[in-house]
Structures are given as structure tokens and as C-alpha cells.
């Protein structure tokens, strides 16, 4: 699993221009899923991602979590983070695991996120999605496992 994480004031997914899902500060986690995945990496990236200290203390430094923030998480399916671009000018997706592989494990990760205490809302797999992210910081991170 791959993703790039980014500490938001707000974030928003449209489909179709209709907004279906919106979170308040926390973080946008833009989540691609390659064959190999499984309930493990999500459980350590989930874990990983509740605990992270990326928030700013009474001090201004980074060392408060989304858990002890309160914040929120927007967990959209991004395929395109398994791009191969070594060869040509056109990506190459075959690392991207396929979709029946894929959906299950980003529901299941959204719905880990919620288990560890943190609201969760998500993007629709597979639809053209309009993502609008107010990256606070900035503060983006890229996780794998």
C-alpha cells in the first residue's frame, strides 16, 4: 500500500459536481493498493497514520496526533500512485492492484480508521472524482508498507 497524506484545514470530493463526502481539519489520504496488499499493511498504515504527530501543540510544534486533535479523515482511492513512468511518456498502471482486490481493502481501511477513533469519510472507487484539498502547512507525507 502507498499514500500520500496531507494535513488539511478542509477537504471535499464532488462526483458528477455533487459533493458526497467533506471532513473538517485532519487529513486528506490519497490511498493506492497494489496486488500484494492485504489487511496487515492497512492495519500498520491505519495505526501509523491515527498516531502520527503532524498537529501543532500550544508551543506551535508538530507533536500532537489526529486522535488527540479530534481531526477527520478523507480517505479517496488513488490507483495512479502505482505509476510506472521508467519507460515512454505514458504511465503504466499494471502495479495498481486490480479492483476487485483493491475496493474491499480501501473500504476496510477507511473502516479501520473509524475503529481506532477517527471519523472517516471516503471518495466513490472508481468514479471520476474532483478532490479538493485545503493542505494546511503545507504538511504532505508519503507512507508505504
Known amino acids: 500500500m502507498r499514500l500520500v497524506l496531507q494535513r488539511v484545514r478542509s477537504g471535499r470530493v464532488l462526483v458528477a459536481g455533487h459533493a458526497i463526502s467533506d471532513i473538517g481539519p485532519g487529513f486528506v489520504i490519497l490511498l493506492g493498493v497494489g496486488p500484494g496488499d492485504g489487511e496487515a499493511q492497512a ?33 479517496v482511492s488513488q490507483f495512479t500512485l502505482y505509476a510506472d513512468t521508467r519507460k515512454g511518456r505514458r504511465p503504466s498502471f499494471t502495479d495498481a492492484a486490480l479492483p ?6 480501501v473500504e476496510r481501511f477507511a473502516e479501520m480508521l473509524r475503529e481506532l477513533g477517527v471519523p472517516t469519510r471516503t471518495g466513490e472507487f472508481g468514479a471520476h472524482m474532483l478532490v479538493e484539498i485545503a493542505n494546511d502547512g503545507p504538511v504532505t507525507i508519503w507512507l508505504e508498507a
Open 43 to 75: 492495519r500498520t498504515l491505519c495505526e501509523k497514520i491515527a498516531n502520527l504527530r503532524v498537529f501543532e501543540d500550544e508551543q506551535g510544534k508538530m507533536n500532537r496526533s489526529l486522535l488527540e486533535v479530534g481531526g477527520q479523515a478523507l480517505v
Open 100 to 105: 476487485e482486490i483493491a475496493r474491499p481493502l
